[in-house]
Structures are given as structure tokens and as C-alpha cells.
């Protein structure tokens, strides 16, 4: 099949170095998928005007459920019919993103079927994307993908799609199992994913250790990273052939095979300077370490996260739409998490009825926190403060109290103070 609309501008996109999304999209063109077709001319349109020419579906989606479909309109449905609808559909994947063939086979049958063909591996919070459906799809869509055991995921004020890195599956440093953590809090939470009810999105993001291969800590209201607290493990041995050359420093990634510097590129780079190397032996003072991974990444056959492992908990991440963007902010600097975490999921419920009782409309419980002060979110969750919650000291070193707080009141207080500093 022919592509129907000529796009000199979307063939622009096909110049450059790298793969062009136009090209896949003319691939599925040329295979018969009118909506693929009707795409590039409505997407060229848009180039050309300068304006989007896309209308938000309100509200449409499956019986049952307020999310999981992001609905779309083409606002020029007489030149481009085969995206005259343009519905979205996001699938819940699987923990870490390990599917069968068979079980992708299954979706994409589907979806050549009843929608346009086009995937997206992965959107952002992790689900995987079907892109362009006709509104009398849906549910049939919907039917035949929990038929084959397939979930939507998350979308609009509601608990989007929990994500995981790959945890201890792949990955050595793994200290806490992210994705039975992944999948208990997906099956404990499904009436806040399918049905929102909140102020706005909320989102789990769990990295099995501090190096946060998903990036919890910049996205997620809700950060949960593996971590440890007794010492790391150092095998002195292997520390001395790092020193030696012996072995390559990062594993040899990025084709570090020169001789590693153990001063220089480790301990001077550390942080909170914890570290110290006479030449012969490494030493870590691990009450002043803040776990980067800095050092087990640059010698991962030297050293190794501790065995007393649990996880750091984070609140408030998110990207800059009605406020500006935030980092999570440590909430709960260690928590075992074990035993159907039942002490964590107590945390967040408490978390969640504060937010929903006070917070205000498309406000992230990280704003909501800025808004009515760490002190309320503390007394809300039955925290007590600690000095991990906070940034930096205090830069008014001054208290103020009522009268009526201060026995004795403030004029006895004032003669208390004159007479010790009187000079």
C-alpha cells in the first residue's frame, strides 16, 4: 500500500543518524493500517501549522475502570479518518519487564486485530503502550486482553503502574527483592490503580540498590531503594590487585582497563571522605557512609553491599507541571522489607489518607508536603523526626514560643538570659 499523504517535513526526521520513529510508522503504513497512514498526515499537519490537531477523549475507557485508556480525538476527523478516534490503552507489564515471546505474540495478535498495530516499549511509568485504537474497540480489546490474563495499568488521579529495575534476577547488588515488591504492592493497591479517587497521580518506583537504575529518587512519589546498614564487605585481596592493575576498575566498562588509582579515583571521590588506603589496606568508616555505590562500582570484585539489608524510603519526587521539579526526600532511612511488608504498606496507607483528605486538585503529595510542612506529614504518618528528613540545619537558629507555653513567662526568661550573658 502506498503512503497516502505526502510528508516532506516527517521526511526530514529520516535523515539523521539514528532509527526515526516516521519510519516505523510508514513500515505499518505501507503494511494497511489506514491509522498509521492517517497519522503521518495529521503529525505533517501539525509540523506545518505549527499546532496539534489532537482533543482530549474526556471520558472514555472500559466498564469498570476510570483509567488504564487515555482517550484522543483527531480534530480534523474529515481529512484523516483512520484517526478520527486515536485511543491509547496502557498494559500493566509484568515485574522488571520480562516477558515471554509467546505472551508478546498474544498482545500483538490482538492489537493487529482491533487497533493500529503501534506499540511503545515502554511509556515512562513502565506499561506497555498501545497507541490508536476506535472507541468501539475498547472493549472488546479490553475482554480478549484478561482473557489471555493481561491487566491495564494506571492513568489520570490514580496510583499509576508500580516499575521495578531487575532486582536480584540480574542484578549481584540487589538488596532487596524488587520485584516480589513490584507485584505485592500492584496486588494490594488495584481499586487506587483502576479507579482513581486522588487530588492527582501517584507513583511506586523500587531499585533493588542506591545506584536506582529506574530512577526512583527524580520520578517517583514514592521512592523505595535497597539498601544496607552494618559494613560493606571488602575482600582485600582483590582490593590489592585492583591496586596492581590486575583487574580493571568499573569492570572494565567503557574500556577502563588502565591501572586503577585506588586514592585518587576512589577514596578522594567518596563523598563524605570515609574512605582511606595506605597503599596496602582499604578502610571504610561506615557510620559516615551514605551508600552511593561510588567505591563497589568502581571495584564491584573488591567490594560488596553489607548482608543487614532493607530498604530507604522517599517521598515527593516528581516533574516540573504545576510546581517545579522535585527530588524525594528520605522518609524512612531504613525499613526491612520482608514479610509481605506489612509494616510499609501500614506507612503508606497513613500517607495516603492524609493526601486525599488535603490535598488539592492535580497536587502531588511532594507540593502538598511544601505546602503544609514536613511537621504535618510526619504527624500525619505517626513518624518521629529525624535528622536523615532534613536538608540542612536550621537558617534562623531562633525558636519562638506563646506565653502561655513558657512557665514562668517571657519576663523571668529574658532576666535568666540578661544575667548569663551580662558582661
Not at 81 to 104: C, D, I, M, W
Not at 290 to 315: E, F, K, S, W
Not at 328 to 341: A, H, N, Q, R, T
Request: aromatic letters at 8%; a negative charge.
Amino acid at each position: 500500500m502506498a503512503i497516502k499523504h505526502q510528508t516532506p517535513m516527517l521526511d526530514e526526521l529520516e535523515k539523521g543518524p539514528w532509527p526515526s520513529f516516521v519510519t516505523d510508522i510508514k513500515q505499518m503504513a505501507e503494511a494497511g493500517k489506514d491509522a498509521c497512514a492517517d497519522l503521518l498526515g495529521q503529525l505533517e499537519l501539525s509540523y506545518k501549522e505549527k499546532e496539534g490537531h489532537w482533543k482530549h477523549g474526556g471520558i472514555v475507557g472500559v466498564l469498570g475502570y476510570g483509567g488504564g485508556v487515555i482517550g484522543r480525538y483527531s480534530d480534523v476527523p474529515e481529512l484523516f479518518p483512520g484517526v478520527e478516534h486515536f485511543h491509547t490503552l496502557r498494559v500493566n507489564q509484568p515485574a522488571s519487564k520480562f516477558y515471554k515471546t509467546e505472551r508478546l505474540r498474544e498482545v500483538m495478535d490482538i492489537w493487529n486485530r482491533r487497533g493500529s498495530g503501534m506499540v511503545n516499549m515502554h511509556g515512562s511509568t513502565g506499561d506497555m503502550v498501545l497507541l490508536g485504537a476506535f472507541t468501539e474497540e475498547l472493549e472488546p480489546i479490553f475482554a480478549e486482553l484478561t482473557q489471555k490474563g493481561w491487566d491495564l495499568g494506571g492513568s489520570g488521579s490514580a496510583l499509576r503502574t508500580p516499575s521495578c529495575c531487575v532486582g536480584k534476577a540480574r542484578c549481584e547488588w540487589s538488596c532487596i527483592d524488587t520485584q516480589d515488591i513490584c507485584y505485592s504492592l500492584t496486588q494490594e493497591y488495584q481499586d487506587e490503580m483502576h479507579r482513581p479517587a486522588w487530588p492527582y497521580k501517584f507513583k511506586f518506583k523500587i531499585s533493588g540498590c542506591p545506584n536506582d537504575c529506574v530512577a526512583s529518587i527524580a520520578r517517583s512519589d514514592c521512592s523505595i531503594i535497597g539498601t544496607w546498614r552494618d559494613n560493606i564487605r571488602i575482600d582485600q585481596k582483590a582490593v590489592a590487585a585492583y591496586a596492581g592493575g590486575e583487574l580493571a576498575a568499573n569492570g572494565g566498562a567503557h574500556g577502563t582497563d588502565t591501572k586503577l588509582d585506588i586514592q585518587a579515583d576512589v577514596c578522594d571521590l567518596c563523598p563524605t571522605q570515609c574512605m582511606s588506603f595506605d597503599g596496602k589496606e582499604l578502610k571504610i568508616n561506615d557510620a559516615e557512609c551514605t551508600r552511593c555505590m561510588h567505591c563497589i562500582n568502581m571495584m564491584p570484585q573488591a567490594l560488596r553491599p553489607g548482608t543487614d539489608t532493607g530498604a530507604t524510603v522517599l517521598i515527593g519526587a516528581k516533574a516540573p507541571i504545576l510546581e517545579g521539579a522535585q527530588m524525594g526526600s528520605v522518609i524512612l532511612p531504613f525499613i526491612k522489607m520482608e514479610d509481605g511488608y506489612d509494616d510499609f504498606k501500614e506507612f503508606v496507607d497513613k500517607m495516603w489518607d492524609w493526601w486525599d483528605e488535603n490535598g488539592k486538585n492535580r497536587e502531588r503529595i511532594g507540593e502538598l508536603i511544601q505546602r503544609l510542612g514536613l511537621s504535618a506529614f510526619i504527624k500525619a504518618c505517626d513518624l518521629d523526626p529525624i535528622p536523615q528528613m532534613i536538608k540542612e540545619p536550621r537558617s534562623n537558629p531562633y525558636i519562638f514560643y506563646k506565653e502561655d507555653e513558657v512557665p514562668g513567662g517571657f519576663e523571668r526568661d529574658i532576666a535568666d538570659y540578661r544575667k548569663r550573658h551580662a558582661r
